[in-house]
């Protein structure tokens, strides 16, 4: 009996296996995160990430620039404000720091698709994500009014898509209400709709300073354990208004994308956050693995899992990336 070759000479040519590779990553795929603080000429490299900074209005601008020769033409934003209170007020008081680098980046930048994060965790004292009362616990009426206000804030600056990450119950039908009202009725929602109490947030919460300050978030972000509860979380945020849902993070999560990517009928963003980037700078800073390997090993296991768009700090890098694999 003659033994078929089950694709054996598929995989022998190089060429071959490209034409008929199942998963392509394209830079189009991506969505580069970015991090502004106040001030004039910051740029503040984060040491938990390699590679990524803090930075200034104007400096943000500058690294911009730099976007087309990387064919990026997306990205996220996360405001680390100097002033912070109990209700997180820098985060939709007048001229706050998204709302003028939204409009600085628009009016400089009108073709790069600016998405805006909103929470309250980098703009209140405590490190949560909403209002606290009296007992501590999180106030979800309350947030979503202000969640709401920093919504508008940003919509009005120019924000492409508004981007709920706090995970409070019934947040985005309350801001879809309001933006629909101020006339945003065209501005998509992005839900952050399954989104993990994650071991893997580490870095970001130094880059961004918003670690909480007692307690944890485990009453309002989901269980890791839970998966069924990821596809109800994702139907309710549908339902409300939400045009685009994210899974967060992306490796540890791969089946909840794929639940979600075979589930649903909407185009589904997924986080390769922070301690994922981390994790393999860490490996090739160390020389314990090839970095740019491990990067699109792991951007295309996001994207086979069924990812329609990836947020990944490696955005930038992966024209570099893919040019010095092919060399």
Not at 55 to 78: G, H, P
Request: charged share 25%.
């Amino acid at each position: 009996m003659k033994i078929p070759f089950k694709g054996r000479r598929l995989r022998a040519n190089a060429m071959v296996r490209e034409l008929v590779r199942e998963t392509t990553v394209e830079v189009s795929d991506l969505i580069q995160p970015y991090f502004v603080v106040d001030g004039n000429n910051r740029e503040e490299p984060i040491e938990s990430m390699p590679g990524i900074s803090r930075y200034s209005i104007d400096c943000l601008l500058k690294d911009l620039d730099s976007l087309s020769f990387c064919e990026i033409n997306k990205i996220i934003l996360f405001g680390v404000p100097e002033t912070k209170d109990s209700q997180g007020s820098s985060a939709w008081s007048k001229g706050n720091l998204v709302e003028r680098a939204l409009s600085e980046i628009k009016r400089r930048f009108p073709n790069i698709t600016v998405i805006a994060d909103v929470c309250l965790c980098a703009y209140t004292d405590h490190g949560h994500c909403g209002h606290l009362s009296q007992s501590g616990t999180v106030d979800n009426q309350k947030t979503l009014e202000l969640l709401a206000k920093a919504s508008l804030s940003y919509a009005h600056a120019g924000a492409d898509i508004i981007a709920p990450s706090d995970m409070m119950d019934g947040r985005i039908g309350f801001i879809r209400q309001a933006l629909d009202a101020n006339g945003f009725e065209y501005t998509p929602m992005l839900s952050y709709a399954a989104k993990y109490c994650s071991a893997f947030y580490g870095p970001f919460r130094d880059a961004a300073h918003s670690s909480p300050k007692r307690g944890d978030r485990k009453t309002y972000q989901m269980d890791v354990s839970n998966r069924r509860e990821a596809a109800r979380e994702i139907a309710a945020d549908i339902s409300e208004g939400a045009d685009m849902i994210m899974v967060k993070p992306a490796l540890a999560y791969l089946d909840i994308i794929r639940l979600a990517k075979s589930r649903f009928n909407v185009p589904v963003f997924a986080y390769q956050v922070s301690g994922e980037y981390s994790m393999i700078r860490a490996m090739g800073e160390m020389g314990w693995g090839d970095e740019n390997a491990l990067a699109l090993e792991t951007l295309t296991s996001i994207k086979r899992a069924g990812a329609d768009k990836i947020i990944t700090y490696f955005a930038k890098s992966f024209k570099q990336m893919i040019s010095e694999g092919q060399s």
